[in-house]
C-alpha cells in the first residue's frame, strides 16, 4: 500500500524527453497516469486489506432557505439492510463550538459554516444529515427515507430587491484590499465633462462545475490516524480545517491530494463532506466515503451576484478626466465574503479623479467563494464594456481610446510597475487579429444572414508571490527527488516544478521527479491566485541553487578537477554536466561528482517574498483580448468564431500547460458571456438549474479558433525565476471583448451577463 501511494504522488516522467529548459513545451509528466486510469483521485482509494471495509456515507440535503429543524425521522432509513447509521445533529460526535476553530486558511470575515453543528437552518440545500451503510446503494436508497421537520422562517435571496440595505464589509478576510480613498474631485469633473457615459452593469450567480465532484474518502488506521484523501487546492489548508474542527494532533491527521480532477477556486476552502466524512470515520471508527452529487455542488459557494455602475468622463481628444465605480454584492448571513472588484478601475488607465465603492448584502445563501479571477472577472468586464460605450461617443477607435490613456504608473498608489508589457499585448494582438481592419460604425460587416462585429478588451490580474518551503534529494545515479505541499489542480504543478529542477542542474526531464499532495511534505500555500509557479517555482529553484552549491563544491575538490580554480558564476549545469561557461569543453560529469557518495546530497529552502523590495511596485500580469462574433439577428444567437489572447505573465515555465491554461480561461470566458448563470426562484430561495443538462457551460460546438499569444516578459521583483502566473488571466476581458463585439455586430449594447439571445434581440440593458 505504502509503495503505491507514493507511486500515485510521484507520477513519472515521459520517457526519452531528455534535457529541457525553461520555456519549452512539454509535456505533462503525469499525462500517461492520466491517461491509463494510474492517477487515482479523492473517491477511488480504499482501505488496506488488513483493514474493514469501506463505509459509504450520502448526505441529505435541507429543503428549505430559512428556518430550523424541529425534527428528524430516521426510522425508515434505518431498517434499510446494510446502513450502519444516521448521523445528524443530535447524534454526531463531539466537535468544537467557537468559530476560530472552523476557520480554514482563506476563511472571510464571520463565522463560518458548521456542518450539523445544530438545528439552525442557513441555505436550501445545506447538509441536514448523513446516512453511512455498506454499500453505496444502501446509503443512497436510505437517504431519501429520512424524513425532516422544519420551522420555517421568511428568507431573503434576491439581490437587486435588497440593495437599499447594501453596507460595506465589516468582517474583512485576510488579502482583501478595500478601495482606496477618493482621488480628486471624480464626481464635480463628471458633471462638467464633455464627454461621459453612466452606465449599471448585472452579473448573475456562477456556480463551478469541475469534472471531479467533490469527494472525501478517510482511511481509519487501527492505531486511529486518519489518512484522508480529499479534493482540495490545499492538503495542509484541509489538515488544518480537522485539525481544529476535531480537536485532533496534527500527527494523527494526513491529508493527500495527488491529482485533482478541476478546482478553480472552489477546492480554496474545505468543503462539508470532508468533516461529515471525519464524524462518521470518529463515530464508527471505520473507513468511510463521502461523494457529493452534481445537484450537490451546487449547494455551497458561487460567484457571488452583483450589480455595478459606472460613470466615466474624458476630454473631446479621448484623455480620461473621471472614473466612478461602484459594486453591490451578495454574501451569506453568517459571513462577509468579499471580492475585488471596483480596485481594477483605479490601477488600468491614467486618471487624477477616481472614486471606487464597493458593498455586500447578505442573504439565506451559502457563502459565496473564489471562482477563477474572482472580483475581475466582474469588475474588469463591467469597465472595458464602459471603456467601449465611451469610444463609441468620442467616435474613437476602443483600442486608441486605450493607448490614449496607457498608465505609465499605477494611478491610485502612484507606484511604477515591475514589468508591463501591456502596450506590446495591444499591439501584437491586434496586428495577429486584423484590428485595422475593423470599420468604426456598428452593424456594417455582414456574412450571409449573419452580422459581424469585432470587440476587444484589457485584462488584468494580479501578480502574487506567498511563502513555501521545498526539499530536495540528488541521488547517485543522478535522479533528483524535489518535494513540496503543492497542489496540481489540473494546471500542469507536476511538469513545471519538474522543468524549474531539471534545469538548474542540468539533468533530462526523466531524472526529475517532484512530490506534492501530501500534508507532511514541505509547508506549501494553497493553490490559487495564478501565485503557485511564482511561489512554490521559487522554492524549488531556490532549494536546486543550494544543490548546485554543494555539488559544484565536491566538483572542486575532486583530485585534478578542471573546475579547481573556477567560481559558481563561472559554471553551468547543462546536459549532465559541470562545465565552464566560456569554454564549454571543459567538463565534469555529474555522475562522476556523485560517485561513491554514502548518502543521497540533501537541502531545505524556506522561500519568502522580498515584501521591502515588492511593495514598491505594483505587481501585475495583463493581457489584450481581441473577439470575432457571429449574430443571428432573428434568433438572438451569438457564435465567438475568432479570439486572439495576447498575453503578458512574465517568463513561460512550460510553453504547452501554459498555453492551454489561457485557452481554458478564454473558453469559461465565453461561458460567462453567453452561457453561464444559476437561477433561483426566490418563493424558495433555491437555485432549480442544479444540473448540467440545464446550468449551460461551453461545449466544443460553441469554440472555434483561440490564438494565444505570449508577450515576452521577465519579471525578477515578482519571482527569482521571472515567472507571474497564468491560470486567472485568460479569463479576464473575454467576456467584455465579446460584449464589445456584439455591439459592433448589432449596434445594440447588452449589459448584463450571460448575453442570452433574448437579451441580444429585445437589446435592453440589466436584463
Known amino acids: 500500500m505504502t509503495e503505491l ?54 448526505v441529505v440535503s435541507g429543503a428549505i432557505a430559512r428556518g430550523h429543524i424541529k425534527a428528524i425521522d430516521t426510522e425508515a432509513a434505518l431498517a434499510v439492510p446494510g446502513v450502519v447509521d444516521v448521523i445528524w445533529h443530535h447524534n454526531r460526535p463531539k466537535i468544537r463550538s467557537f468559530d476560530i476553530f472552523y476557520k480554514d486558511m482563506t476563511a472571510p470575515g464571520g463565522s463560518p459554516y458548521r456542518p450539523l453543528y445544530d438545528s439552525e437552518v442557513h441555505y436550501s440545500g445545506q447538509p441536514v444529515a448523513l446516512v453511512v451503510a455498506e454499500t453505496f446503494e444502501a446509503a443512497r436508497h436510505a437517504a431519501a427515507l429520512v424524513r425532516v421537520e422544519y420551522d420555517v422562517q421568511p428568507h431573503e435571496t434576491y439581490l437587486l430587491e435588497h440593495q437599499g440595505r447594501a453596507k460595506k464589509p465589516s468582517r474583512l478576510k485576510a488579502g482583501y484590499t478595500p478601495p482606496p480613498d477618493v482621488k480628486g474631485h471624480p464626481d464635480e469633473v463628471w458633471d462638467k465633462a464633455a464627454v461621459k457615459i453612466e452606465a449599471s452593469y448585472y452579473s448573475g450567480v456562477e456556480h463551478h462545475n469541475p469534472l471531479e465532484m467533490f469527494a472525501t474518502t478517510v482511511i481509519h488506521g487501527a492505531d486511529g490516524h486518519l489518512t484522508i484523501y480529499d479534493k482540495t487546492q490545499s492538503s495542509q489548508n484541509s489538515r488544518w480545517y480537522v485539525s481544529h474542527v476535531f480537536g485532533l494532533s496534527k500527527d494523527k491527521v494526513t491529508v493527500r491530494n495527488p491529482y485533482v480532477g478541476g478546482a478553480f477556486g472552489s477546492g480554496l476552502r474545505p468543503q462539508y463532506q470532508l468533516p461529515l466524512a471525519v464524524m462518521a470515520a470518529l463515530k464508527l471508527e471505520r473507513s468511510v466515503r463521502v461523494v457529493l452529487t452534481r445537484q450537490q455542488m451546487f449547494t455551497f459557494g458561487h460567484r457571488p451576484e452583483t450589480q455595478q455602475r459606472l460613470k466615466l468622463s474624458a476630454d473631446a481628444d479621448g484623455t480620461l478626466t473621471s472614473i466612478v465605480h461602484e459594486a453591490v454584492a451578495e454574501t451569506s448571513r453568517y459571513e462577509d465574503y468579499v471580492e475585488v472588484v471596483v480596485n481594477w478601475s483605479g490601477e488600468l488607465y491614467a486618471c487624477e479623479h477616481i472614486r471606487l465603492g464597493y458593498k455586500i448584502v447578505d442573504l439565506d445563501h451559502a457563502s459565496p467563494m473564489d471562482m477563477r ?395
Open 373 to 767: 479571477a474572482p472580483g475581475a472577472a466582474h469588475g474588469v468586464h463591467a469597465l472595458e464594456v464602459a471603456m467601449d460605450e465611451l469610444s463609441y461617443a468620442l467616435n474613437m477607435d476602443p483600442l486608441a481610446l486605450r493607448l490614449k490613456n496607457y498608465a505609465e504608473i499605477d494611478p491610485t498608489h502612484g507606484l511604477p510597475y515591475s514589468t508591463k508589457e501591456l502596450r506590446e499585448c495591444y499591439l501584437q494582438g491586434a496586428q495577429r487579429f486584423g484590428w485595422e481592419n475593423r470599420p468604426l460604425e456598428p452593424g456594417t460587416m455582414r456574412e450571409g444572414r449573419e452580422l459581424i462585429g469585432w470587440g476587444m478588451a484589457t485584462g488584468m490580474w494580479d501578480a502574487m508571490q506567498m511563502f513555501a518551503r521545498a526539499s530536495a534529494v540528488l541521488h547517485a545515479d543522478g535522479s533528483l527527488v524535489v518535494s513540496s505541499a503543492a497542489s496540481d489542480i489540473g494546471t500542469g504543478t507536476y511538469t513545471a516544478m519538474s522543468i524549474i529542477a531539471a534545469e538548474a542542474l542540468g539533468l533530462p526531464l526523466e531524472k526529475v521527479r517532484f512530490q506534492l499532495g501530501d500534508s507532511t511534505l514541505p509547508v506549501a500555500p494553497i493553490e490559487g491566485g495564478s501565485s503557485h509557479v511564482a511561489t512554490v517555482g521559487s522554492a524549488v529553484a531556490g532549494v536546486c541553487e543550494k544543490l548546485q552549491k554543494t555539488v559544484f563544491k565536491r566538483a572542486k575538490d575532486m583530485p585534478g578537477s578542471p573546475l579547481a580554480t573556477a567560481r559558481l558564476a563561472d559554471v553551468e549545469f547543462v546536459d549532465g554536466v559541470i562545465r565552464l561557461r566560456n569554454i564549454p569543453g571543459t567538463s565534469v560529469p555529474l555522475t562522476q561528482v556523485l560517485a561513491g557518495i554514502d548518502e543521497p546530497l540533501e537541502e531545505k529552502y524556506l522561500m519568502l517574498p522580498n515584501m521591502l523590495k515588492q511593495m514598491k511596485f505594483q505587481r501585475a500580469t495583463h493581457s489584450a483580448v481581441f473577439v470575432e462574433v457571429r449574430v443571428d439577428p432573428e434568433f438572438g444567437t451569438v457564435r465567438v468564431t475568432r479570439v486572439v489572447s495576447a498575453v503578458a505573465a512574465g517568463r513561460i515555465i512550460n510553453a504547452k500547460t501554459a498555453r492551454s491554461q489561457i485557452i481554458g480561461g478564454v473558453v469559461w470566458g465565453i461561458g460567462q458571456a453567453l452561457h453561464e448563470e444559476t437561477h433561483c426562484d426566490h418563493r424558495l430561495g433555491r437555485f432549480m438549474n442544479h444540473n448540467l443538462s440545464e446550468y449551460h457551460v461551453s461545449v466544443n460546438a460553441d469554440i472555434h479558433d483561440i490564438d494565444v499569444i505570449f508577450v515576452k516578459e521577465d519579471d525578477r521583483i515578482v519571482s527569482r525565476i521571472g515567472a507571474k502566473g497564468v491560470g486567472e488571466i485568460g479569463q479576464v476581458g473575454v467576456a467584455a471583448a465579446v460584449c464589445n463585439a456584439i455591439y459592433h455586430a448589432t449596434g445594440q449594447r447588452v449589459r448584463s451577463t450571460p448575453m442570452t439571445p433574448e437579451k441580444v434581440m429585445r437589446g435592453r440593458a440589466g436584463e
Open 5 to 58: 501511494i507514493h507511486a500515485l504522488r510521484t507520477p513519472s516522467a515521459d520517457p526519452g524527453t531528455g534535457q529541457v529548459q525553461i520555456g519549452d513545451a512539454v509535456s505533462r509528466v503525469d499525462g500517461r497516469d492520466k491517461v491509463t486510469g494510474q492517477a487515482r483521485y479523492a473517491a477511488e482509494y480504499t482501505p488496506d486489506a488488513t483493514e474493514a471495509g469501506l463505509l459509504y456515507g450520502v
